[in-house]
């Protein structure tokens, strides 16, 4: 984040003297990052299953609201917050909480206006180009994970239900669903907005249908509940790397529950359970 062209060439050391052939995105401004230097990567030898710079470009610039039109799927309306707020820029918002959407997949969820304010500054300074807020009301959130070849086929998907988070938005206990129009609606706004690889898009129940509030390159947070049954959604993005003929694999099924949580566990020395701890 802080010097983008030494990461690039650090990233070039390792494929070459690693003899990696894929590259996969992670978090989305890393996404942004290896679409910029894949050129780079390739005579490097390394592959990138990934968005077109001009798409995340474009993506960034206008936001998911101007270039998911026509995708047949509402998106939840943004604002342009300023690059130097102040507490007036979030007064017209219609309820709160708010959510702070920077253009490189960076977000914040507010309360008030004093939080919308520390949280854009924070954003900015991280070097965030655009950030602009909406209003869901988050309730009832989804996230799907889409690996989408090259040509824009659906090759594999999996959906979550998000049951707790924090205040950057980043889910911490989820649970896969089994929804075939969460799919459906995730790929029609990757397919707008010329999106591939794996990409992210988080969607919130409205009535009997979706709308989208984000769509981002990258894995998500949750990328383990994808591991335990149904297509390996990260081995399926390296098959599709390095074969442009890659078969759909489908959907991982529902039940498998997320969490990052961690729990301390207090043992008291005289029960048998802690002398075999201490013992061993």
């Known amino acids: 984040r802080e010097d983008e062209r030494a990461f690039a060439a650090r990233l070039v050391e390792i494929v070459e003297r690693r003899s990696v ?43 998911l609201a101007v270039v998911g039109r026509g995708a047949r799927i509402a998106t939840v309306p943004a604002v342009e917050v300023p690059a130097q707020p102040t507490v007036a820029s979030f007064l017209s918002a219609a309820a709160w909480p708010i959510a702070l ?14 939080e919308a304010l520390n949280a ?17 009301a988050f309730r009832r959130l989804f996230e799907v994970l889409l690996v989408v070849a090259r040509d824009g086929r659906l090759l594999g998907a999996c959906a979550v239900r ?28 990757a397919a707008r907005c010329a999106l591939r690889g794996p990409v992210t898009v988080t969607l919130q129940a409205d009535g009997e249908g979706f709308v ?4 981002q390159p ?50 008291d020395p005289r029960s048998s359970a802690a002398a075999a701890i201490l013992t061993a």
């Open 120 to 136: 854009t500054r924070a954003l900015y300074a991280r070097g965030a180009r655009h950030v602009r807020r909406t209003s869901p």
């Open 212 to 215: 989208a509030l984000d769509a």
């Open 101 to 114: 959407l920077a253009d490189d997949g960076a977000r914040r969820r507010a309360s008030d206006a004093i």
């Open 21 to 63: 052939r894929v590259v996969l995105a992670g978090a989305p401004h890393v996404a942004h990052v290896l679409a910029r230097h894949a050129k780079v990567l390739a005579r490097a030898g390394a592959k990138l299953l990934g968005s077109e710079p001009e798409a995340l470009a474009r993506l960034r610039e206008k936001g």
């Open 218 to 267: 990258g894995l998500p947070v949750w990328i383990e509940a994808c591991l335990r049954e149904g297509p390996n959604l990260v081995a399926l993005c390296v098959a599709a790397t390095l074969d442009a003929r890659a078969r759909p694999a489908g959907r991982v099924p529902a039940g498998t529950l997320f969490s990052q949580t961690a729990q301390d566990v207090v043992l």
């Open 162 to 189: 998000v049951l707790e988070d924090d205040e950057r938005m980043r889910p911490w206990i989820a649970v896969t669903v089994d929804d075939v129009r969460l799919e459906r609606a995730a790929h029609a706004v």
